[in-house]
């Protein structure tokens, strides 16, 4: 997959919580050239539960980017641009929308596989709404500036200050491993009114 250049930085309606909203383009095998839209990834900081939730959510999605350690992210809105022509790998699932169409939904985010795509066979559910092109649209994609990295498996992350206002983020040593292999870094002073 690579993140299609039609991902954008919004809000949530009713929080006005920053959200990604990231596109994605199949770069290989049968579904060369489709597209799984709308994997909106929120940043919400109202409990420490939920922050530290959006942390590990955006530390995964940067490490399967490839993002370098220690790289540093002021928003999730340069997150998003940033990301935009990056390789990654998806799991992705059948889910029925409020509008009873079913759709691919996006359930984790991995590094990308050099060895090609590995589609497992679930087709759309029969009986369902079709979204036209199996779920897929078709999107040119262009480069970003997230880098690669070459099997790495050591993660890279998001760390924020123990407050609910969170400052800007940055990207370092954060992963399955145990919690005290984290490295997360000092943050600047952030004004009011940062994006997160």
Partial sequence: MVVAPSSQYTTTQQAGNPMAVFDYEVLDGKYKGGRIRFDNEVWDTSTEEKGNLSIKRFNTIAVALGAANGTSFDSIQQFVSQAVGNKLAVTVDWETGQ?????????????????????????????????????????????????????KQQGNGFSTPASSNAGNTQATEYSSQSANSYHGGGFPPIPDGSPF
């Fill in 99 to 151: 509008n009873g169409k079913t759709y691919l939904s996006v359930k984790s985010h991995k590094p990308f596989m050099q060895d090609g795509s590995k589609p497992n066979g679930v087709k759309r559910p029969a009986g369902s709404s079709n979204t036209g092109n199996s779920g897929f649209g078709n999107h040119k994609s262009t480069s970003g500036g997230f880098g690669t990295t070459t099997n």
